[in-house]
């Protein structure tokens, strides 16, 4: 039963995410060996096909390899945290509940909102990434589309005060397509899903590992010197250009939340989707590491600022079809990664929508697919008009500051529940222990995770906050003005709606309090 409380801090009680999670509607139909696909096919995209050459070429060098490592341990820590709160909680809202069950409403819905923004941001970098491979790979056979349709309305120049935004009369029409085919496969159903992103999956990896074993007896070791270029100010090179594209490339960790999502779907999720978080994990860092160190030895860091830099290492070789076949195996992958990320945002919103603090359409499932189809094409359209405005550099950077403040709250979430519930079965709970002070357990992985994100988070919000006072406005608006909304919304109707909050208030009716008829309505 929910609490009597109807502020805003009202919490849902476990009792009710597991009777949710009982009756969502959605088939379970995925198991492990699925869900550590979904994971990868989640992680293994835009991060190595496309951000790599990015932050090779703009912040870390050769070292670009140091920064998959440490965007990677930060991850492990909050990947434990997912897991333990998954075995839990297994829920299609991840953070999102997770975060209603101990912080309350208000939180849960800041933090859904930021979820559902990072997965729209994420699928719009995806899509122009997606755009970025397609478009080389026709040019390779001399079809070269309009600038026009080919190029963003907003674009990243680097100059020599760093990264500034220009805007230009023109749209990415490939990548707003390209998130159109993945709605039409996702309103199909989960088990379609599932299936054509195996087959994505297998494909990419297969072309991933085919290019580090083709290109390591080609590397120069000559183009990882200097490994660590010297810092030329702020955060272009040395340490700080180290963090800052640990800081980029770790957005592409998101698929954390794409897997702790599919646990409405997934047969045995107490078991399963901590096999899926914690294995998607560990073979997407080995594969972005591998791939790093072979593309910088191909050919100089400073050559890979573009938007296909895995196939700029494979030409620089002189074979122009292991090139294409690189391209082609880059689309697979970020077409899986698409995929799956549209999926778990779908999810996100339709786990908000049941609660009522979105309006009903969004919590409907279609009577023959069995899917949250109105709900999937709603956010891809988002999606797919930031995929035709914004450049991917900008996008990334509200990506990953958002997955950074996702992150620390799920962390903070395993210390509430410890606290609260130390006698909650767990099949899963993270490793190395933790004290109690005054009562609150204080968890060292937690704990970790939580530093690990705040570490991630700072040189992003840096950059954002020194480009405002430059005069580049468009990331640090564009946040402000979506939170805005986002408050809006929670206070004209989802606190108005909020089916606990309705629930509570008739609760306290019926015990004889002092709540009447009127104030019910008007909940």
Sequence with gaps: MPRADTGLFIRKSLDSVRSDAAN??????????????????????????????????????????????????????????YAELSSVLPVSGASYTYAYVSLGEVIAWALGWMVMLEFGLAGAALAVGFSGYLQSLLADFGIHLPSALANSFVRGELGPHGMSFVTA???????????????????????????????????KVGVLIG???????????????????ANEGGFRYGIPGVFRAASILFFAYLGFEAVATAASEARNPQR????????????????YIAVGLVMTGLVSYHELDVADPIAVAVSAIGLPVVAVLVKVGAL???????????????????????????????????????????????IASISATAAALLPITLLADLVSLGTALIFTVVAISVMWLRTTNP??????????????????????????????SLTMMAPVLTDILSKAL????????????????GAVIYWSYGHRNSRMRMTALALRASAGSTVDGPQLRKA
């Design 169 to 203: 009369p023109s749209i990415n029409l490939i990548a707003a397509l390209s998130l159109a085919v993945v709605t039409g496969v996702l309103v199909r159903g989960v088990k379609h899903s599932v299936a054509v992103n195996t087959f994505l999956v297998i494909v």
């Design 24 to 81: 969502t509607g959605l088939r379970r139909s995925l198991g492990p060996i699925q869900l550590v696909l979904v994971g990868i096919g989640c992680i293994i995209g835009a991060g190595v096909y496309v951000m790599t050459g990015t932050a090779a070429a703009n912040y870390a060098g050769p070292a670009v390899i140091i920064s998959f490592m440490i965007a990677g341990l930060a991850c492990a820590f909050i990947g434990l945290c």
């Design 211 to 229: 290019f580090v074993a083709f290109g390591v007896s080609h590397v120069d070791v000559a183009n990882w010197t200097p490994f660590l270029p």
């Design 470 to 485: 430059d005069g580049e406005w468009i990331p640090s608006t564009i946040l402000l003005v979506y939170l805005a909304l």
């Design 332 to 378: 697979t992958g970020l077409a899986s990664v698409l995929l799956v990320n549209t999926y778990g945002q779908s999810r996100v919103c339709f786990a908000i929508a049941c609660d009522g603090l979105l309006p009903a359409r969004f919590a409907r499932v279609h009577p023959r697919f069995s899917t949250p189809a109105f709900t999937t094409i709603v």
């Design 423 to 452: 006698d909650l079965p767990r099949p899963f709970k993270v490793p190395l222990g933790g004290v109690r002070i005054r009562g609150i357990w204080i968890g060292t992985v937690p704990v970790l995770a939580i530093l690990a």
């Design 272 to 287: 399963d989707i901590p096999v899926g978080i914690l294995g998607a994990l560990f073979v997407s860092t080995i594969v």
